[in-house]
């Protein structure tokens, strides 16, 4: 892996935005009788369910993914089947009922609906998932009503070591979900929680660049309104988490963050 000590180039993807999150959208708290109540049929992994025969991807978390072996042939990630187990059987024992929560972004770029799934006794699925420790927290797609309960479940999850967290601990060679940036490959391509210490701060005429030894964090400058400069700044020196897609430039590891939460413990505009 090279070490990076220049600004990487840019590549074409998807950004989110984070609107402040209001006080009484601070738990996974919800009042039932305003839910839209179905019957799911079963989930295809641990973040997506066919609902009427439609894909549903349960919002603010991900799952690792099963193998694909398509046209283009995708490793399967670890636990994914066990994963996707358990939320069937999360399902199964509450017969198949779910109550349907939209946020503010209901497809994603793929047309799949997103959304806040709870059982009947008011139970989110995605905080099942997530206190299991066979899911992660990723926020997406602006949809951040239960953002911060969606961390603290997986902070649960990774303080038990719980399931991907016991995973990591037994195989860390396996980089998965978190890896150290110094110790990054070629093979850590996709969805990482990356770890490491902030050797650079800086901003061009198009983006925020905070660097790591190995890896490059970009914020492109029409989400610069969801971050404060000066915040970024003072991460330099400090060893942070970050959390998204890792992909491989010219034999150096970038990542484009999207909003704070991708940033462990880094308070969002308006955030206490």
Same mark, same amino acid.
């Given at each position: 892996? +090279?070490?990076?000590?220049?600004?990487?180039?840019?590549?074409?993807?998807?950004?989110?935005?984070?609107?402040?999150?209001?006080?009484?959208?601070?738990?996974?708290?919800?009042?039932?009788?305003?839910?839209? $109540?179905?019957? *799911? !049929?079963? *989930?295809?992994?641990?973040?997506?369910?066919?609902?009427?025969?439609? #894909?549903?991807?349960?919002?603010?978390?991900?799952?690792?993914?099963?193998?694909?072996?398509?046209?283009?042939?995708?490793?399967? !990630?670890? =636990?994914?089947? !066990?994963?996707?187990?358990?939320?069937?059987?999360?399902?199964?024992?509450?017969?198949?009922?779910?109550?349907?929560?939209?946020?503010?972004?209901?497809?994603?770029?793929?047309?799949?609906?997103?959304?806040?799934?709870?059982?009947?006794?008011?139970?989110?699925?995605?905080?099942?998932? =997530?206190?299991?420790?066979?899911?992660?927290?990723?926020?997406?797609?602006?949809?951040?009503?239960?953002?911060?309960?969606?961390?603290?479940?997986?902070?649960?999850?990774?303080?038990?070591?719980?399931?991907? $967290?016991?995973? =990591?601990?037994?195989?860390?060679?396996?980089?998965?979900?978190?890896?150290?940036?110094?110790?990054?490959?070629?093979?850590?391509?996709?969805? #990482?929680?990356? +770890?490491?210490?902030?050797?650079?701060?800086?901003?061009?005429?198009?983006?925020?660049?905070?660097?790591?030894?190995?890896?490059?964090?970009?914020?492109?400058?029409?989400?610069?309104?969801?971050?404060? %400069?000066?915040?970024?700044?003072?991460?330099?020196?400090?060893?942070? !988490?970050?959390?998204?897609?890792?992909?491989?430039?010219?034999?150096?590891? %970038?990542?484009?963050?999207?909003?704070?939460? *991708?940033?462990?413990?880094?308070?969002?505009?308006?955030?206490?």
């Amino acid at each position: 892996m +090279k070490i990076l000590n220049s600004p990487l180039v840019i590549l074409t993807t998807l950004f989110l935005s984070l609107n402040v999150l209001a006080a009484d959208e601070k738990s996974c708290a919800i009042d039932t009788k305003k839910l839209l $109540w179905t019957k *799911a !049929e079963y *989930a295809i992994t641990g973040d997506t369910i066919v609902i009427n025969k439609q #894909r549903v991807k349960l919002a603010g978390i991900y799952a690792p993914q099963l193998e694909k072996k398509q046209k283009w042939h995708t490793p399967g !990630e670890p =636990l994914a089947k !066990e994963s996707q187990t358990f939320l069937n059987k999360l399902l199964a024992n509450n017969d198949l009922e779910v109550g349907v929560e939209f946020d503010s972004t209901r497809l994603d770029n793929r047309n799949r609906q997103l959304a806040h799934l709870f059982f009947k006794d008011g139970t989110s699925v995605q905080q099942k998932m =997530l206190e299991s420790g066979f899911a992660l927290n990723r926020s997406m797609y602006n949809n951040l009503k239960h953002a911060d309960c969606y961390y603290k479940a997986e902070q649960k999850a990774r303080n038990g070591g719980y399931q991907l $967290w016991d995973f =990591l601990a037994k195989n860390p060679d396996r980089h998965f979900p978190l890896a150290e940036s110094t110790t990054l490959t070629s093979d850590d391509e996709g969805f #990482r929680i990356i +770890k490491g210490k902030v050797v650079k701060v800086d901003k061009s005429s198009t983006n925020y660049i905070i660097n790591m030894d190995t890896t490059g964090i970009r914020v492109q400058k029409k989400y610069w309104d969801k971050f404060v %400069y000066d915040q970024l700044e003072a991460l330099k020196g400090k060893t942070i !988490e970050v959390r998204g897609y890792a992909y491989l430039y010219k034999g150096a590891m %970038y990542m484009i963050i999207k909003e704070p939460y *991708a940033i462990a413990n880094f308070s969002p505009i308006g955030a206490p």
